[in-house]
């Protein structure tokens, strides 16, 4: 494993602004308390609360590094009191607070994942964020399950494309959105049931259509704004409607009426701030009911593009392109 340094490259920007501030710099190594392990990085997953964050709209929750980064693989490299020896030197993939686009980062013991061989480094380092939002999001707290049908939007984004395979795999009938044809090819080609171009035609009116005036079970939603009162409306009775993010606006105007006719259930949440027991629970769950589809090669993360940790504004700019899929940051043994 070689010896661990006292410093290491990463992006850590000292002022908010557009994708120039990601410059590499010299940062100390953290080093692991107790229930946490210090990974080597080989990659890091990129997202849209990194962007947020960047530009000043979703600080670090209390204790979390300055560093960007909600995921990474790599390898165990230094062990905290109380974990597991036998965790030194396992590749692993891992959810974290922040500190992702680092040469080496600290994680809960509790939130790290083995690396099968079925997956690449880079693939590992594109699954929790978008695994764990997914799965506690939709599968937990919209208890979707085997028959439903979902309306996901941005179907062809991080978050979207995971929704498919892991509807594909559960046999959830997924409905997505995307901003052109040939987004909604590709979400189709992932295994999405029906593709909606929200450029070209009314998404509620499509939904109508294609659940013949039924609706959908449920509804996952980064768009908010007006999107919320369409969304309403293309719910089932006793539909569920999860907000997980605000791109299109931080309020709404909804009818309570549809709500209390319909006995729809509203709810929201965010992944990043909550407690390290609370994402431990959605980590066991998840390796007991969706690693093994991992493991056996049937559920990996679609890649869009690699970068290297020092051209992290580029994979930012990339972001804001089209694009399907992940965007990874190489870091480590996955740069070589």
């Known amino acids: 494993m070689g010896e661990i340094p006292d410093w290491m490259t990463a992006i850590d920007p000292e002022t908010k602004g557009g994708p120039e501030v990601l410059q590499p710099v010299q940062r100390p190594v953290p080093r692991p308390g107790r229930?946490?392990?210090?990974?080597?990085?080989?990659?890091?997953?990129?997202?849209?609360?990194?962007?947020?964050?960047?530009?000043?709209?979703?600080?670090?929750?209390?204790?979390?590094?300055?560093?960007?980064g909600l995921e990474v693989s790599g390898e165990v490299v230094a062990l905290g009191e109380g974990t597991l020896p036998e965790l030194l030197g396992q590749p692993v993939c891992a959810l974290v607070a922040g500190g992702g686009y680092a040469e080496y980062v600290v994680a809960e013991a509790g939130l790290c994942l083995p690396v099968p061989n079925t997956l690449s480094m880079v693939e590992a380092a594109?699954?929790?964020?978008?695994?764990?939002?997914v799965w506690s999001n939709l599968f937990e707290r919209a208890y979707v399950a085997d028959g439903d049908t979902v309306l996901v939007h941005g179907g062809t984004s991080g978050i979207g494309t995971m929704a498919i395979l892991l509807a594909r795999i559960f046999q959830v009938t997924m409905?997505?959105?995307?901003?052109?044809?040939?987004?909604?090819?590709?979400?189709?080609?992932?295994?999405?049931?029906?593709?909606?171009?929200?450029?070209?035609?009314?998404?509620?009116?499509?939904?109508?259509?294609?659940t013949g005036g039924k609706g959908v079970?449920?509804?996952?939603?980064?768009?908010?704004?007006?999107?919320?009162?369409?969304?309403?409306?293309?719910?089932?009775?006793?539909?569920?409607?999860?907000?997980?993010?605000v791109l299109g606006g931080?309020?709404?105007?909804?009818?309570i009426w549809k709500i209390m006719?319909?006995?729809?259930?509203?709810?929201?949440?965010?992944?990043?701030?909550?407690?390290?027991?609370?994402?431990t629970a959605v980590a066991d769950e998840i390796a007991q009911v969706v690693w093994p589809h991992v493991e056996e090669g049937r559920l990996k993360p679609v890649i869009d593009a690699t970068f290297p940790l020092a051209q992290a504004a580029d994979a930012h700019r990339r972001l804001d392109e089209d694009h399907v899929g992940k965007i990874v940051l190489l870091v480590g043994a996955a740069a070589t």
């Open 35 to 68: 229930d946490q392990l210090l990974i080597r990085v080989a990659a890091a997953g990129v997202n849209r609360p990194d962007v947020s964050q960047r530009i000043g709209a979703y600080p670090p929750p209390p204790g979390a590094p300055s560093i960007p």
């Open 126 to 133: 594109a699954i929790p964020e978008t695994l764990f939002t």
């Open 175 to 210: 409905i997505v959105t995307a901003g052109s044809d040939e987004k909604c090819a590709a979400a189709l080609k992932l295994g999405a049931a029906h593709a909606i171009n929200y450029r070209t035609q009314d998404y509620v009116e499509e939904v109508r259509r294609i």
């Open 217 to 245: 079970d449920a509804v996952l939603d980064m768009v908010g704004g007006d999107y919320l009162p369409r969304n309403i409306d293309c719910l089932a009775e006793d539909g569920r409607h999860v907000s997980i993010a």
């Open 250 to 255: 931080p309020k709404a105007e909804i009818p």
């Open 261 to 279: 006719q319909k006995r729809l259930t509203i709810t929201g949440s965010t992944l990043r701030p909550r407690s390290v027991g609370f994402k």
